[in-house]
C-alpha cells in the first residue's frame, strides 16, 4: 500500500495537467478545462466549503475565551482562521495531486468540536488562564493524533475490515447530534449575549437575525437549481450580516464587534499563517487518547464520504490505494493545522454532495479553488472580518449544516438497512451513547468523585466516541439473524 502511493507520484501531477483545455473535460477526473470554467466552478466548491472550514474553529475558541480575549491572545484566535484557510488549500492540493487523487475538498472537521470543548476547565465564553492551557492542549493533541493516522493511513487494507458498514453511519448521526445543542445556541445569540444584561427589547433582534438568515437559506434552496442550490449556506451568511450591520447602527449596538478590524501596518494586511510556540505545548496522555479516538471516529466519517464520491461521481467503488491515500493525507494536514494553531481537517461532505449531484469530477476546477484557500491564508483582514461574524448569524446558516449531518447519518442507516440487528445498533447508540450525555446530575456526581471519575467524565461525555465505541463493539457482538439462539432452542425441541 504505501509503496503504491508513492511509486506513481509523477502520474499523479501530469494527469491533472495534460492536453489542452476542453469544456467536455469538466466530467472527466484528469485533464484541464478553460480556465474561466475552472475558477467558476472551483470557486463553487469553496463557497461550499468556506463557512464550514472556519465555523468548529469560531466554536471551539469561543468557548474555551479566546475570541474575547486581551490583545496579545486574540492573534491565536487569527491566526487559527487563517491557518485553516491555508493548511485546507495545502491539503486539497496534496490530495489532489498525491494522495487519493479524487475530486475532494479537505477541511475543518465538526466532529471534534464537542471534545476540544471538553478540555477547558474555566467558565464557557469566559477568558483565563485556563484558556491558555486549553489551547496548547488542544494542538498537542492534534500534532500527535495527525501523526497517528497519517502513519495508520495506508494500511487501511488489513485494519479498515473491522469498521463494518453501520458503524460509519451511526459515527455521522452522532456527529450531528453532538451538534445540535451548539447550534441552537448560536441560533440564540450565544452564551455570552443569552447571560448579558441587554434588554429583551434589544435582544429579540438577535433571533431576528437568526431566523432571517435560516429563512435565507432555506429559500435559496427552493428556489434556486443547479450546482448554484449548493451555495445557500454563504448567501444566507452575507445577507444575515448586512441584516446584523444595519441593526447594529440602529436598534442593536454592539451586535457587531469590529474591534479586530484594526490595520496599523503592512503586516496588518498581509502576513503568513505562523507557528504555535512548541516550547508550550501541553501534552497530555488522556487529551491525547481521546483525540486519537476521535480521529480514527474521523476516519470512518472520511472512509464513507471518499467512497460516496467514488460511487455517486465516478460510478465505481473506491480503491484500497484511493482510500489509504485519504486517511494519510487527512492525517498528515491535521498534524500540520496542529503546528499552525488550527483544528484537523478531513474530506468535507458538502463537496462530496456537489460531485454527486452534479457529476463534475475534474481534479483540475477543484485545484484552482484549493490555490484560492492557499492565497486567501496570507491576508488578515479577512481572517478578521470573518471574526467579527455574531453568533445569531453563524447559528442561522451553521444549524441546516448540523441538521443535515444528522440526517445525512439517518440515510446511511437507511441505506444499510433496518434489520433487527441495526436497530439494536442504532437505539442502544443513541439511548446510550447520546442520552448518558443529556444527564448533567450524572456528570457532576463524576466529577465530584475524584481525578479518575473526572477522567471518566471527560470520555463520556463525548457523544460521538460513546455512539462509536458502542456501534463497533454491538456490529461485532450481535449476530446477523437476531433470533438465532431461539430458532436453535426451537429446532431441538422440535427433534425431541
Known amino acids: 500500500m504505501l509503496k503504491s502511493i508513492f511509486s506513481d ?8 495537467f495534460k492536453g489542452k483545455p476542453n469544456p467536455q473535460n469538466i466530467y472527466s477526473i484528469d485533464g484541464r478545462v478553460p480556465f474561466t470554467q475552472g475558477v467558476v466552478f472551483g470557486i463553487q466548491h469553496i463557497f461550499a466549503m468556506f463557512i464550514a472550514n472556519i465555523a468548529p474553529i469560531l466554536i471551539v475558541f469561543s468557548t474555551i475565551g479566546l475570541l474575547n480575549a486581551p490583545a496579545e491572545y486574540t ?57 491558555i492551557d486549553a489551547y496548547y492542549t488542544i494542538m498537542a493533541s492534534i500534532i500527535i ?32 447530534l453532538s451538534l445540535l ?71 442593536a449596538p454592539g451586535m457587531l464587534d469590529f474591534s479586530a478590524l484594526s490595520f496599523k501596518t503592512v503586516t496588518d ?44 461521481g465516478l460510478n465505481r467503488s473506491i480503491t484500497q490505494r ?23 481537517l478531513t474530506t468535507f461532505s458538502q463537496n462530496v454532495g456537489i460531485v454527486a449531484q452534479t457529476k463534475m469530477v475534474n481534479r483540475f476546477t477543484i485545484f484552482i479553488g484549493a490555490c484560492f ?17 455574531p453568533y445569531c448569524v453563524l447559528g442561522g446558516a451553521i444549524i441546516i449544516v448540523f441538521g443535515s449531518i444528522a440526517v445525512t447519518g439517518m440515510s446511511m442507516i437507511k441505506d444499510e438497512g433496518f434489520t433487527e440487528k441495526n436497530i439494536a445498533i442504532v437505539s442502544l447508540s443513541i439511548c446510550l451513547g447520546f442520552g448518558i450525555t443529556l444527564v448533567s446530575s450524572f456528570f457532576d456526581r463524576l466529577n465530584s468523585g475524584g481525578e479518575a471519575l473526572e477522567n471518566l467524565s ?25 433470533h438465532i439462539s431461539f430458532k436453535k432452542k426451537q429446532d431441538t425441541e422440535n427433534e425431541k
Open 75 to 131: 492573534s491565536f484566535a487569527s491566526n487559527a482562521v487563517r491557518s485553516a484557510i491555508f493548511i485546507a488549500g495545502i491539503g486539497t492540493i496534496i490530495q489532489l495531486l498525491f494522495g487519493a487523487r479524487l475530486p475532494i475538498v479537505i477541511g475543518t472537521s465538526f466532529t471534534f468540536v464537542g471534545l476540544f470543548c471538553s478540555f477547558y476547565k474555566g467558565v464557557p465564553n469566559v477568558f483565563s488562564q485556563e484558556s
Open 181 to 251: 445543542s451548539v447550534g441552537a445556541e448560536y441560533f440564540l445569540g450565544g452564551s455570552s449575549v443569552i447571560s448579558s444584561d441587554i434588554s429583551n427589547n434589544v435582544y429579540i433582534f438577535y433571533i431576528i437575525v437568526a431566523v432571517f438568515t435560516l429563512i435565507v437559506g432555506i429559500l435559496w434552496s427552493l428556489f434556486i437549481k443547479g450546482i448554484w442550490k449548493n451555495l445557500n449556506i454563504i448567501v444566507a451568511m452575507v445577507l444575515g450580516y448586512l441584516l446584523a450591520l444595519i441593526f447594529n447602527y440602529t436598534v
Open 373 to 389: 484557500l492557499v492565497i486567501a491564508g496570507f491576508f488578515p483582514p479577512l481572517a478578521n472580518l470573518l471574526l467579527t461574524i
Open 9 to 16: 507520484f509523477k502520474n499523479g501531477v501530469v494527469s491533472i
Open 145 to 176: 493524533g495527525g501523526i497517528f493516522i497519517g502513519v495508520l493511513g495506508p494500511f487501511v487494507k488489513w485494519w479498515g475490515k473491522i469498521i463494518k458498514p453501520i458503524v460509519p453511519a451511526v459515527v455521522v448521526l452522532g456527529i450531528g
Open 458 to 482: 471527560i470520555i463520556i461525555s463525548n457523544p460521538v466516541i460513546n455512539m462509536f465505541i458502542i456501534a463497533m463493539i454491538l456490529s461485532w457482538a450481535l449476530p446477523n439473524d437476531m
Open 269 to 312: 494586511f498581509i502576513n503568513v499563517p505562523y507557528f504555535v510556540d512548541f516550547s508550550k505545548l501541553r501534552f497530555e496522555p488522556l487529551p491525547i487518547v481521546l483525540t486519537c479516538l476521535v480521529f480514527l471516529v474521523a476516519t470512518v466519517e472520511g472512509i464513507g464520504d471518499s467512497s460516496a464520491v467514488c460511487k455517486g
Open 322 to 344: 484511493e482510500l489509504g491515500g485519504v486517511l494519510t493525507v487527512d492525517g498528515l494536514s491535521s498534524m500540520l493545522a496542529g503546528m499552525f494553531g488550527a483544528l484537523p
